[in-house]
Every structure is written in structure tokens, then in C-alpha cells.
């Protein structure tokens, strides 16, 4: 069974940084995109960054120019660095991957960490 399992979330004060990690485990033949999303309180959940299995990445304008998305294909992991953190960025963040396993295709989520920004 493959899974995905975050870590990295906490409380920040605003201006802070954090660094979200999501590996994926379990029997994996390969790894497309992976991304992050996030859910405030009472909202839908959106969009934060996404990239390839080559790198190319993706950014939502919320977060463009203060977050950066990478991974690390040889763990199967992504990374999502943040900085210049504000109050409104405090949300459960998830990770997603798109993982071909056992011959299907998965799309798949971690569980969710939390990320509060607050003085």
C-alpha cells in the first residue's frame, strides 16, 4: 500500500519560514507531479504549488515569490519551503502525488499538516 506521510508544520510568527516535507512510501513504480495544497478554516481547499517528475514547477499567486517547491526523485519526497509567512497563510497543508503502483495509476494525499502563522 503506498502512502504518503508529511511532516513540518508548526507555529510561525509572521515573517517566519517553514519547510513541509511529503515522502511517499510503500511499492511505487514511479511518481508524476506532486504538489501541495491547503485548507483554511471555512474555506475550499486550493492550490499552493505543483511540479513534474522533470522539475518543471507551478505556483498559485498566493504563494508565488514566497514559497518554493522541489523534490527529491531518488526518496520519492517533495518539499515545500516557505517564507514571509502571513497570518492568512495558516492552513492544514497537503501533500499529493500522482503514483503509478502495482500497474495503477493512484491519485493520492497525505494526511495533513498544520501551519499556523500568528504573533
Known amino acids: 500500500q503506498v502512502r504518503l506521510v508529511e511532516s513540518g508544520g508548526g507555529s510561525v510568527q509572521p515573517g517566519g519560514s517553514l519547510r513541509l516535507s511529503c515522502a511517499a512510501s510503500?511499492?511505487?513504480?514511479?511518481?508524476?507531479?506532486m504538489a501541495w495544497y491547503r485548507q483554511a478554516p471555512g474555506k475550499q481547499r486550493e492550490l499552493v504549488a505543483t511540479?513534474?517528475?522533470?522539475?518543471?514547477?507551478n505556483y498559485a499567486n498566493s504563494m508565488k515569490g514566497r514559497s518554493t517547491i522541489s523534490r527529491d526523485n531518488s526518496k520519492d519526497t517533495v518539499y515545500l519551503q516557505m517564507i514571509s509567512l502571513k497570518p492568512e497563510d495558516t492552513a492544514i497543508y497537503y501533500c499529493?502525488?500522482?503514483?503509478?503502483?502495482?500497474?495503477?495509476?493512484?491519485?493520492?494525499w497525505g494526511q495533513g499538516t498544520q501551519v499556523t502563522v500568528s504573533s
Open positions: 499529493y502525488a500522482d503514483i503509478l503502483s502495482n500497474g495503477i495509476r493512484q491519485h493520492l
Open positions: 511540479v513534474t517528475s522533470g522539475g518543471t514547477t
Open positions: 510503500g511499492s511505487i513504480f514511479s511518481v508524476y507531479s
